[in-house]
């Protein structure tokens, strides 16, 4: 399982990655296996500027056999979807590259002490292990 040391982590499966001030997330490579097939990323585009908080759901992921819903890891002002996903060809994506290309959302954290506070590599390990 691919548990890049540089992300934080949910317990929820989500992943952040903090660039300064704006947020990169996604789900875990450990997420898109136990899902299986991913076959679309439901994120509404026209969500872009607004706020929600820690936990709230921002879209649903789907996958052949389930349908997952996307919760925010931390609060935040979503500034970017990655509306590639939305095609089906693309959101294979998310079980070819969890930590890359398959970003779903880019956010504008409202306190980078709760990203500090998510699950390091080692605690999300232990943790699905």
């Not at 996604?26 to 076959?39: P, S, V």
């Not at 820690?54 to 349908?67: D, L, P």
């Not at 509306?83 to 693309?90: I, T």
């Not at 409202?110 to 590599?121: G, K, Q, S």
């Amino acid at each position: 399982m691919n548990i890049p040391t540089n992300l934080k982590y949910t317990n929820d499966d989500e992943w952040i990655r903090l660039e300064g001030e704006i947020a990169y997330v996604g789900i875990t490579d450990y997420a898109q296996h136990e899902l299986g097939d991913i076959t679309f990323v439901d994120v509404d585009p026209d969500i872009v500027g607004e706020t929600l908080d820690a936990q709230e759901e921002f879209g649903a992921i789907e996958a052949v056999k389930t349908t997952a819903e996307l919760l925010m890891p931390v609060g935040g002002e979503i500034v970017e979807v990655n509306e590639a996903l939305a095609d089906e060809e693309n959101a294979k994506l998310v079980n070819s590259d969890p930590y890359g290309e398959a970003w779903i959302i880019k956010i504008k954290v409202n306190d980078p002490a709760e990203v500090d506070a998510l699950m390091d590599a080692a605690a999300y390990e232990a943790k699905i292990a």
